[in-house]
């Protein structure tokens, strides 16, 4: 998975950094990501009854020594089933998957633990969250490189909390360090772009002298 997300933290890099790519329909990008990663979700539920499930797990046997069935396709539908029994508000802050199944794992889902937590509103507010930090960055990303690679390590961010729960709850030494890291970026680059906004100003004024 380091190799995958390498080659996507690159790839993403290099999209970001030209301001036509994304800039003009980033509200458009996001809500395809979301959509993908919620199908993903609803899929590999229900892996275990998949008619391809075998050829799966014999072409990532071959190519990475893994098999699609993880551990997940137990856990995510019972999660799922309860967020569906309380979709509005959740079963409560502080849930975890062992209060409604016998597990000691987290959800291994971090949209699924907010929504079943925090229900839909929880959910669809943390997403909103994500993406008003996502959206400054790739605004402000075609600036310098920092600002390229801090959106580019947010969206890979995004994408492998599709399969973990490394945001806020484990992992907490990688995803603060991973906060800190994408607010020192946006800080940096909103400053010079900023001082960018103004050496134009500047310019502007001292052609109208």
């Known amino acids: 998975m380091l190799v995958v997300y390498s080659i996507v933290l690159a790839v993403s890099f290099l999209y970001f950094s030209n301001p036509n790519r994304v800039t003009r329909h980033r509200l ?6 979301s959509m993908s990663l919620g199908a993903f979700t609803i899929v590999y539920a229900d892996i275990e009854n998949s008619y391809y ?25 019972t999660i799922i089933d309860s967020i569906i029994k309380y979709p509005i508000f959740g079963i409560g802050a502080g849930a975890l998957p062992s209060d409604i ?9 971090y949209y699924l633990q907010v929504a079943l937590q925090t229900g839909f ?6 997403i909103f969250s994500i993406y008003v930090i996502w959206s400054r960055l ?3 990303a075609y600036v310098d490189a920092k600002g390229a690679f801090a959106t580019s390590v947010l969206l890979v961010f995004i994408l492998h909390n599709v399969s973990e729960v490394i945001m806020f709850q484990n ?16 800080s940096s680059t909103l400053n010079a772009n900023l001082s960018k906004v103004g050496r134009q100003r500047t310019g502007i004024r001292s052609s109208h002298q």
């Open 53 to 77: 499930l075998n050829d799966i797990n014999e072409f990532l046997i071959k190519y990475t020594d893994r098999t699609a069935t993880s551990g997940r396709q137990f856990l995510w539908p």
């Open 28 to 33: 458009l990008f996001f809500i395809c990501l």
């Open 101 to 109: 199944m016998y597990t000691e794992l987290s959800s291994h889902n």
């Open 121 to 126: 509103l929880g959910l669809l507010f943390s």
């Open 171 to 186: 992992g907490l030494r990688v995803s603060v360090a991973a906060w800190v890291l994408l607010f020192i970026s946006f």
């Open 138 to 140: 790739v605004l402000h």
